[in-house]
T-cell receptor
Framework: GESVGLHLPTLSVQEGDNSIINCAYS??????FIWYKQESGKGPQFIID?????DKRQGQRVTVLLNKTVKHLSLQIAATQPGDSAVYFC????????????FGQGTELSVKP | EAGVTQSPTHLIKTRGQQVTLRCSPI?????VYWYQQALGLGLQFLLW???????NRGNFPPRFSGRQFPNYSSELNVNALELEDSALYLC?????????????FGPGTRLLVL
């Protein structure tokens, strides 16, 4: 069935290091992927997205990589800061999904000063 | 530019009661989505409204319903509340369908059912 899963539920990194958060998806029809950041008590905040016609997309300090062959998505955060501490969700969807985003369970990123 | 707004921020109800949650989308967005985030579970899709019409609903019972107004704001109604309805209810909005536009979320309404 459709699912988006994360390999690591928790990730602890030192301030200044790079972070990599991984996500696996099972629906080969998915063609749009989004990463969200959710801080405690807040709603998910859009970070970056990528469509299936791309392999890589960069933003400010963040990079998303898409490997359609193995159905894998990753979020790289450069020079991780304490403010990056949050739960990160990947989400997938495709045309005819009826507006529905399928979310992974989330990875909690903890940044040690 | 104002983001998605939701009200109330917190709500406490008892079993069997009914609740109405409200959402105002980002200006210019016509699609509104509702998600449930229960403790220990991921975000689960509830409903999608676009141009005043319900376009899709997730795997939730009929006591979860809603509507979208001409100004694109939306309400989520939950009847006959059950304990397991306790969750964070999130509203998101996007530009027009078919639903592959980026969804931007509000802060959510935290519902506690006692």
């Amino acid at each position: 069935g459709e699912s988006v899963g994360l390999h690591l539920p928790t990730l602890s990194v030192q301030e200044g290091d790079n972070s990599i958060i991984n996500c696996a998806y099972s629906n080969s029809a998915s063609d749009y992927f989004i990463w969200y950041k959710q801080e405690s008590g807040k709603g998910p905040q859009f970070i970056i997205d990528i469509r299936s016609n791309m392999d890589k997309r960069q933003g400010q300090r963040v990079t998303v990589l898409l490997n359609k062959t193995v159905k894998h998505l990753s979020l790289q955060i450069a020079a991780t800061q304490p403010g990056d501490s949050a739960v990160y969700f990947c989400a997938e969807t495709f045309y005819n999904q009826g507006g529905k985003l399928i979310f992974g369970q989330g990875t909690e990123l903890s940044v040690k000063p | 530019e104002a983001g998605v707004t939701q009200s109330p921020t917190h709500l406490i109800k008892t079993r069997g009661q009914q609740v109405t949650l409200r959402c105002s989308p980002i200006s210019g967005h016509t699609s509104v989505y509702w998600y449930q985030q229960a403790l220990g579970l991921g975000l689960q899709f509830l409903l999608w409204y676009d141009e005043g019409e319900e376009r899709n609903r997730g795997n939730f019972p009929p006591r979860f319903s809603g509507r979208q107004f001409p100004n694109y704001s939306s309400e989520l109604n939950v009847n006959a509340l059950e304990l397991e309805d306790s969750a964070l209810y999130l509203c998101a909005s996007s530009l027009a369908s078919p639903g592959q536009e980026t969804q931007y979320f509000g802060p959510g309404t935290r519902l506690l059912v006692l």
